[in-house]
């Protein structure tokens, strides 16, 4: 009697305990969209100086993993591929602005990353002086997805121009050194972290040419967009 009375009770209860012992995974939400095109809203897909502007030709898509799109995970993850804040904190020149149609309107760029020669410290020194690739970013509201204009530019006696085709030049540049696996290190925790960089070529959004393009400088309408999954 007790025995088929036991054996029926924990028939009963046995699916309740097991889930209420099961291991629960974090549930991962994906953001619905890339980015949101700025000109739906009012934006573009030129950044603003002296009423010209360059081009924003690289995206980090909004679908990268959260810590990338933060300020501090954003230049970790520079670092990783070749970046780095500009020499001694220092910046000449007015700041530039963009409208990435988030109802923000024109807002300045958060910071300007230098290519850093693999060198720790003062590898941007060495930009500011020679020339070399730089960008400027700007974190679009809603998203989180970063607009970056990408460009080579001369060295510090030719004023910083950009180099012939320097908008084209400094984007696949940028992208071929960040496409696939890279190794970031964080010396303030001393910790690697492994970035994977997917690459998706976006065209249609920007016309290609020089029209309203700062120099002068034509570009071929071609937006990099690239998803950074830390792995």
């Known amino acids: 009697m007790y025995s088929s009375t036991l054996l029926t009770f924990f028939a009963l209860a046995l ?72 020499c001694l904190g220092l910046h000449l020149g007015n700041p530039q602005s963009a409208n990435l149609g988030d109802g923000r309107g024109w807002v300045n760029e958060t910071e300007v990353l230098r290519e850093s020669f693999g060198i720790p410290g003062v590898g941007t020194c060495l930009e500011s002086l020679t020339g070399g690739n730089h960008f400027r970013v700007f974190p679009q509201a809603g998203t989180g997805a970063l607009f970056l204009a990408v460009s080579k530019e001369e060295d510090v006696e030719d004023s910083h121009n950009i180099v012939p085709d320097g908008y084209d030049i400094g984007r696949d540049l940028l992208v071929a050194g960040a496409v696939g696996k890279k190794i970031g290190f964080d010396a303030s925790k001393f910790k690697f972290t492994t970035y994977n960089t997917v690459l998706t070529n976006l065209t249609g959004l920007i016309a290609p040419g020089s029209d309203g393009v700062n120099h002068g400088i034509a570009q071929d309408g071609v937006i990099k967009l690239l998803t950074v999954t830390i792995e």
């Open 15 to 86: 699916p309740s305990l097991l889930s209420a012992t099961a291991v629960t995974k974090p549930v991962v939400t994906k953001r619905a969209a890339d980015f949101v095109n700025p000109t739906l809203a009012g934006g573009s897909w030129l950044d603003s100086s002296a009423g010209l502007g360059e081009p924003l030709n690289v995206v980090i898509s909004a679908q990268s993993s959260p810590e990338v799109l933060t300020l501090d995970g954003f230049l970790q993850y520079a670092q990783a591929i070749g970046f780095n804040v500009e």
